[in-house]
């Protein structure tokens, strides 16, 4: 047998091993509620949104469950803005805001597609997977890399979670009040999305864009708002 080889099938062996995954025990550790901060109990309050969004789309209430989706979207942007004005911001609060973040956009997001727009379980089962898998992976390449840097405008790598969130929410809308926006078409536009989650694009933070964001978040309430009382 060459050394190469040998020595191939001894690594394989040493990444086998469990004993290089095991956590020693020690009386060093930090208890985590102990490295909680303000900012990531906000995040939990998104955490608690999220959840409830959720719970009313499993329910049958898409449109509460949207607008109830909002408070967690605000509690999101909340957490960030507290985190910087009280010099909070660290690598571990940036790790529970992208774990909340499954829970307030990505989950929510397919529960609505599976629940308002699929036409099959198939495409139930493939659109979902599509926004979680990359979605998550999105998620897990910013807590490694995290903001990129234009001259003084910070920017995301690729697209984020809130997009592709939007473009669910805006084909629940269409569905709705469009008969030609069926869960076929809604489906395959989301599919095409959702990989410019894990893209190079650069999504920059800009005071438009959030701007913007919130004049959406304003027009798709009223419309949740018209469609739950049959205004639409």
Request: proline residues 3%.
């Amino acid at each position: 047998m060459s050394s190469e080889i040998r020595e191939t099938i001894e690594g394989i062996y040493q990444r086998l091993d469990p004993a290089i995954y095991r956590v020693p025990d020690t009386n060093d550790r930090i208890d985590i509620r102990d490295r909680l901060t303000g900012a990531d109990y906000i995040s939990l309050g998104a955490l608690l949104f999220g959840w409830a969004s959720a719970l009313l789309l499993v329910r049958g209430e898409p449109n509460w469950g949207v607008i109830v989706m909002f408070a967690a979207f605000g509690f999101d942007k909340v957490d960030g803005w507290y985190a910087r004005q009280t010099n909070n911001t660290s690598p571990f609060g940036r790790q529970i805001d992208s774990f909340i973040d499954v829970f307030a956009y990505l989950v929510p997001a397919a529960l609505l597609y599976h629940l308002t727009l699929s036409p099959h379980l198939l495409a139930s089962l493939v659109v979902g997977f599509c926004i979680l898998s990359f979605g998550g992976l999105r998620l897990v390449r910013h807590n490694n890399d995290g903001f990129g840097s234009d001259g003084n405008v910070s920017y995301y790598h690729g697209t984020t979670v809130v997009h592709t969130n939007v473009i669910v929410l805006l084909s629940y809308l269409l569905h709705s009040v469009l008969e030609i926006w069926n869960g076929w078409v809604a489906g395959i536009v989301i599919i095409a999305i959702c990989p410019l989650m894990i893209s190079n694009y650069k999504a920059k933070k800009t005071t438009a864009g959030h701007v913007f964001i919130g004049i959406l978040i304003t027009i798709v309430t009223l419309l949740a708002l018209a469609i739950e009382t049959g205004y639409l």
